[in-house]
Every structure is written in C-alpha cells, then in structure tokens.
C-alpha cells in the first residue's frame, strides 16, 4: 500500500505560481503512473497531467496545457506540479494519485492523496 501526501496549496492572486509537491511511501514508487487531479464544488474529479514511470512522458488536459508542469523525482519518491498563470477558474481542491496503468479516469488510480486547497483570487 502507498500513501500520499500532498503540500504546498494555498491563496494567490490571479496571475501568480504555486507549486505543489506529492510525498509517496510505502510501495514501489517509480512502477506507479502518477496523476495530479483536481475537483471544484459541484464538478466531477478531472485529470489535469500525469507522468510516466520514469519521467520521460508527459499528458496535459487542455484547461492547463501551457501553464502546469508536471515532473517527479523517482529518488526522492515525489511528484511535483508546477501551476503558473492561474486564473480563478483554477480554484479546487487538488489531489495526487499512483496507478499501474496510465489513464485519464480517477476510477484506474487507486491511491490518492487527502487533496491540498489552491485559492486563486481575482
């Protein structure tokens, strides 16, 4: 069983950076696909970037392609989302997750993370 662990949510202004970090324990980190989600009060759970096992291969949803970086250090068993040019519509609680296979659907990941708030104020 792998347990996770995200940080560094918060408030920020419109137009400003924040970056998010995913502890993993426990498991064999590398042989996980990892996933950042995120999901806003009354919306569905949505992928917004996942990498692959060993960092080489990347996938963004289109609301944040240009704008979140997704990389992970295999060593220090963590995953990272680099979030700039935020905008108010990116306001949701944000989650890290591991799955052995890669896909964009939250049902395949089936360790997650207890979420992290990102504020974005306009």
């Known amino acids: 069983q792998v347990q996770l662990v995200e940080s560094g949510g918060g408030l920020v202004q419109a137009g400003g950076s924040l970056r998010l970090s995913c502890a993993a324990s426990?498991?064999?980190?590398?042989?996980?696909?990892m996933g950042w989600f995120r999901q806003a009060p009354g919306k569905e759970r949505e992928l917004l970037a996942r990498?692959?096992?060993?960092?080489?291969?990347?996938y963004y949803a289109d609301s944040v392609k240009g704008r979140f970086t997704i990389t992970r250090d295999n060593a220090k068993n963590a995953v990272y989302l680099q979030m700039n040019s935020l905008k108010p519509e990116d306001t949701a609680v944000y989650y890290c997750?591991?799955?052995?296979?890669?896909?964009?659907?939250?049902?395949?990941?089936?360790?997650w993370g207890q979420g992290t708030q990102v504020t974005v104020a306009s």
């Open positions: 997750a591991a799955a052995l296979t890669s896909s964009q659907y939250a049902t395949n990941y089936p360790y």
């Open positions: 426990g498991g064999t980190f590398s042989s996980y696909v």
């Open positions: 990498v692959s096992w060993r960092g080489l291969t990347t």
